[in-house]
């Protein structure tokens, strides 16, 4: 059963940036896809970015276009969120997931992280 750990989340004001991370430990880990989702009390979790393991293709939500980017290091198992020009509205849990394969969901995720964008 693979494990994702999730880091890099915090308090920073409107317009900086951070960099999330989330680290897959599974001795031979492999995956379709890896993807970030974000959270926020009494809402579904919703879409954020997420990248094919192998091709490096990316996609986005409308919503952080021009201001996230996804990739990812294979040689360390590690697929990275970098969110520049933050908002608080971006303020949310923020969880890592794996898609096994195409025809399935998103089944894994980690523990999440908490990202907090203050006015």
């Known amino acids: 059963q693979v494990q994702l750990v999730e880091s890099g989340g915090g308090l920073v004001q409107a317009g900086g940036s951070l960099r999330l991370s989330c680290a897959a430990s599974?001795?031979?880990?492999?995956?379709?896809?890896m993807g970030w989702y974000r959270q926020t009390p009494g809402k579904e979790r919703e879409f954020v970015a997420s990248?094919?393991?192998?091709?490096?293709?990316?996609f986005y939500a409308d919503s952080v276009k021009g201001r996230f980017t996804i990739s990812r290091d294979i040689a360390k198992n590690t697929v990275y969120l970098q969110m520049n020009s933050l908002k608080p509205e971006d303020t949310a849990i923020y969880y890592c997931?794996?898609?096994?394969?195409?025809?399935?969901?998103?089944?894994?995720w980690g523990q999440g992280t908490q990202v907090t964008v203050s006015p």
């Open positions: 990248i094919i393991w192998s091709a490096g293709s990316t």
């Open positions: 997931g794996r898609q096994i394969s195409s025809w399935t969901r998103f089944d894994d």
């Open positions: 599974e001795r031979t880990f492999s995956a379709y896809s």
